[in-house]
């Protein structure tokens, strides 16, 4: 499946690769509701709604029958609109795929970040952002048909979904953190060290899809330790 042009909205904004600060993280909702006082919240415009909707069926549609049994007419009918309206948000079907795998991905990384500042502990956060990446695979089937190699044609695109920059950033601020609260090592590179921990929750991620949920009990003490040898503070000598 190659790559096509970017999609148009309505209002002129590309469709196909939008930010997920947004409105869509996680699906269906806007960021951080709740943070922002009442008068504040910007409600979604039709058009926004209309793309949430479409982008919704196309999750649903694509994670369960997959990108080549799926059509954008079945998805315009389950999103309740018009087939030839999905094209004024995306300009074709390959797109619409495109933008629907980055808004699962998103919703399920927005899942395992959701505790990552309310945890104190160094090692409790780790482990946190593993079993909640692992439980929340099953609710986000796109992402899951993916991980689980089932979409060949999209198979090396998957290190360029937006939201694991994201999470790759927020690993590293979170490594900062700990190195100035002086609860990790203060001699490695946060932003290396987050680049590895995404390439290994990706690994645990497309094992858990292809293998099994028990990977992840297998596994996940040997994981923590290797993290542990990487980022913990050597106990005090003497």
Same mark, same amino acid.
């Given at each position: 499946m190659g790559?096509? /042009?970017? /999609? =148009? !909205?309505?209002? @002129?904004q590309s469709a196909d690769r939008r930010t997920?600060?947004? /409105?869509?993280?996680p699906v269906g909702a806007t960021t951080a509701p709740d943070a922002l006082p009442a008068r504040r919240q910007r409600v979604p415009t039709k058009g926004a709604q209309t793309r949430q909707a479409i982008l919704r069926a196309a999750i649903a549609r694509f994670g369960r029958d997959g990108y080549r049994a799926s059509s954008v007419a079945d998805i315009a009918r389950d999103a309740g609109v018009g087939g030839t309206l999905v094209y004024a948000y995306f300009s074709s079907k390959e797109a619409l795929f495109l933008a629907? *795998? %980055? %808004? %699962?991905?998103?919703? *399920? $990384? @927005?899942? @395992?970040?959701?505790?990552l %500042?309310?945890? =104190?502990d160094v090692s409790e956060w780790r482990m946190s952002l593993f079993f909640t990446l692992v439980a929340a695979v099953e609710q986000h089937p796109l992402a899951k048909r993916v991980l689980g190699g089932l979409e060949p044609g999209v198979t090396d695109r998957v290190h360029e979904i937006p939201s694991?920059?994201? *999470? !790759?950033?927020a690993l590293a601020d979170r490594l900062r953190s700990d !190195? $100035?609260? @002086?609860? =990790?090592? #203060?001699d490695i590179a946060p932003d290396r060290i987050a680049t590895g921990v995404v390439? $290994?929750? *990706?690994s645990l991620l497309m094992s858990v899809v292809q293998l099994g949920p028990q990977v992840? #009990? =297998?596994y996940g003490d040997d994981v923590e330790a290797v993290f542990a040898a990487a980022v913990d503070r050597l106990p005090a000598q003497g």
């Open positions: 790559r096509s /042009g970017t /999609g =148009v !909205q309505p209002n @002129g997920h600060a947004e /409105g869509t993280f629907a *795998l %980055d %808004d %699962d991905a998103a919703a *399920l $990384i @927005g899942e @395992g970040l959701s505790h %500042d309310e945890v =104190v694991l920059a994201e *999470l !790759q950033k !190195q $100035i609260a @002086g609860t =990790v090592r #203060d390439a $290994i929750v *990706l992840a #009990d =297998v």
